[in-house]
DNA sequence: CCAAAAGTGTTTCCAATACACCCATGC
DNA sequence: GCATGGGTGTATTGGAAACACTTTTGG
């Protein structure tokens, strides 16, 4: 809120805003997220989140779309917002606060690519981040929390896999996600029970195994509905 | 994220930073909201929540709390984020953001005065809301739900009575806030087996009806736990 | 026939729910 | 003695968790 006018006619300085995406994709049993690498300035060599600043024309979920699009390359994911930072001295070149933005992707459906704005872009494991700048490991353990909660009361598990997949890539994601292992009979009774996913009369086979039953979700937009 | 020092050399605009805070308390019942009524501007004589825009020199949190303080009269309460609103549509005199907080109060601590900056100030039924300025509904909305989810796995009802209470006050709390009755040999049963409230020792009588016991909560700062 | 991953049911246990009467007090 | 709100226990049900073997395929 900003209430009496003369507060507009002031043109009380405030803080620059920028948003920040926090991408997480699940990639051969590890959960990870995507870094770019600072070219330079204060925090040259860094690791940081894809980010930008929010233009004065489009709303913020809008510059978050932009940031994934234009930085990371990715488009059409599942993005929500995680929460706003804005202390002091997290970033010793102006005063800002970052709008952190929360994305899935499949790890099938993109491959990072080095921009000329960044000197490496790559997924870490998130569990052994390197030296980061700015607050952005703290923005990825609140991230990381999100998506453990997510995971259990919602179908955003959709946004980590590709179409179609089979039973045991879904528990997968979970496992990664939740770090721990999960019994896989109880697993596929609840996402059946729940309809959570269904049949599609297709099958994969990899390797000298017997061939597993595709499934894909009964709906692939976010739901609440208790998995876990 | 701001990444290059091109970035900041130009010194590209961005929205203005606001916070909004988004008081609740139980009152008689019902869940209700604190909200001001704007004094002049194009949103004269609308209601919305106290906020303010954020300084250079202070934090999105220190900010909320200022606004509390000075706005609302409200000191030592629960605060945290909520959310963070940027549609470019929200205020029409200039391009803003605003950090929404979330506040608890216990109705007893304190009584809202109207100051010189607003034409008014009163607890509103959430239910029941007048024409509002800026998104405000919408994040008041935003706000009941999160604490509805709170409600049921975490023990921040502490914030909503004060310190001595009688177990009816607490289901009332949840009641009024769950909007459905409760079943009262439950949840008495769960608030002690799960040890978020201990008795004091005291007992109140209101008329003419059997004493009931005070009791505390085991801890007075926010907790993770399931309670419904 | 062996290796590799897919697939499948039952039992046990605990937590959530439903439900109705007695108690302490003031008037 | 009656009106008012305070306080208490048990039986039932449903979902969560634990648990091991058979199936299909390729080589």
Redo the contacts with the bound molecule.
Sequence with gaps: MKKSNTRIANKLKTPAVAVDALIFSVIKGKLKVLLIKIIGGPYKNKWALPGGLVGLKESLEDAASRVLSEKAGVNEIYLEQLATFGELNRDVRERSVSVAYFALVSSESFFPKTTEYYADIAWHDVGRLPEMAFDHKKIIEYGRERLINKLAYSNVAYALLPKKF????LQNIYEAVLGKKL????F???V??IKLVKETGE?R?????????LYVFSERRPRII?I?
């Design positions: 089979v039973l045991t890539e019994d896989k009979r109880n596929r009774k609840k059946q029970e099958t086979q990899i390797g000298a195994s017997r061939p597993a039953k208790d876990l």
